[in-house]
């Protein structure tokens, strides 16, 4: 990276050959070292090439603090600034702010930098983890992947063992579909090394970039595509192999008619995370007239497992939401009654709104039991004349009793999940037994079609048992979402 650069204060935009670049959204960052410019978006999807809007990020008015490190995840943007008073100090911090179309916002939150003292190079998203590129610029790199919520380093850190004689100071970082690192040696290298991202060393693997530039300082890629910043005003588009696709040309003048240079790019990349916690509705029964006048408290909750392992292991799942409706009545307005199809027991979660980013493997469950009903201090509630109850029975996977929860997994919509399993359906009265044959029960978001539901009992719930007023949650059972995609 050269010092010397200004950022651009105005400028337009020309594109050379459009070709295919116009299927990706980019944004540019900061376009100096020393900076105190804006960030700009542009669509590269539109005929208008005008940029989409920008936004000068947080200390940008400062000299060293430039928005240097840059990545797009869904819909916020993530920065770094390097501080100091020569040259390029450490990160304090990973800022995030709203993307907005471009328009950028109010920050709304920070990240730490998960190696104090060093200097956060770079940032990339793959598989909802944001990746951070330290050490620059007089420091062995170290690639750590962070929650992108909280900054907790969930992959590495893993130092990359460059060849000897190479410059510390890499000016390029992505992370590749197959999951090693992609990066050059300086900003004046224009050939790209491939890393492991599992012990970082060399696979062997090199992408010279087509065309000659003679500076190279960004790459970003679509897991289809790379995307090369070239000569800090062009970018250049190849295959995976590095066989070159299409070349646009970024020309433009600041305000004293210098040309314009910019420094990083990075693509819109797609986040999954949990943003909405909806409501639980579920159906229950009674099983003996004997329960009558019992009343029921009904807890949900949302685990998020050990990945690609199902059914879950409850034991090591983390509880991300809990829901509970207390003292749900067997006698009058809204009571839980003893027939098919059971009374629909509305349970909302809390918090109903989360943060929590989803990798490729991960997998939820849905967790129900219920226990004898209580006030808010764990009392028992007046509408309880009795202390224990025989059974109380959950019916699911039936068009009369579709057992479900509402989950948003962004980007996608809210939607219904519902409790399935295999086996058998079961039977009204008095009889006491679960559905025979379940030997798996898990969650889709497919209504289920069947005239005669599926169960599964309680068994006995006793207020004083097993220490005197311990009143324990007594779990019906686990239902598995399958590893997300």
Sequence with gaps: MRNTWKIALAFTLVLGLRGALAQAQLITGNTSAFGG?????????????????????????????????????????????????TGFGPTDVIR?????????????????????????????????????????????PIVYGLNLSTGAVIKGPVTIAQPAGTNLGLDGFAVLPNGNFLMNDGDASCIYREYSSVDGHLIGNTINVPGGPGFCTGVDTDGVSLYFLTDFNSITKTDLAGTPIDFNLITGTFDDNDEIKIEDISLVHPVTTITDLGHGHLFFAITNTDDINTAFDIQTELLKCAPNVTPCNTATATVLGTGLKRCVPTTGAGAIVRNIPGTNVDVPFSPATISEPLVSGDVLAFRISTRIGTNSDNTKCALSTHSNA???????????????????????????????????????????????????????????TAAVPRCKNSGPIDFNKPTLNANPFIIFSTWTLPPQP
């Design 96 to 140: 995030v702010v709203p993307l907005n179309n471009g328009a950028g916002g109010a920050q709304i939150r920070t990240l730490p930098n998960p190696r104090s003292g060093s200097g956060i190079q770079d940032l990339t998203f793959s598989n909802s983890i944001l990746y951070a590129l330290t050490g620059y610029d007089t420091q062995v």
């Design 390 to 448: 025989t059974n109380l029975r959950l019916y699911y996977d039936s068009v009369g009793s579709p057992s479900n929860f509402a989950l948003t997994i962004a980007p996608n919509p809210s939607q219904n999940f519902y409790l399935h399993s295999d086996g058998g359906t079961c039977s009204n009265g008095v009889i006491t037994t679960d559905s025979v044959g379940v030997t798996t029960r898990f969650l889709n978001n497919i209504a289920p």
């Design 37 to 85: 410019g804006p960030i700009y978006t542009w669509d590269f999807a539109t005929a208008n090439i005008a940029p989409l809007g920008s936004f000068v990020p947080f200390g940008a008015t400062v000299d060293l603090a430039n928005g240097r490190g840059l990545a797009i995840g869904g819909t916020e943007v993530f920065y770094t600034e390097l501080t100091g008073t």
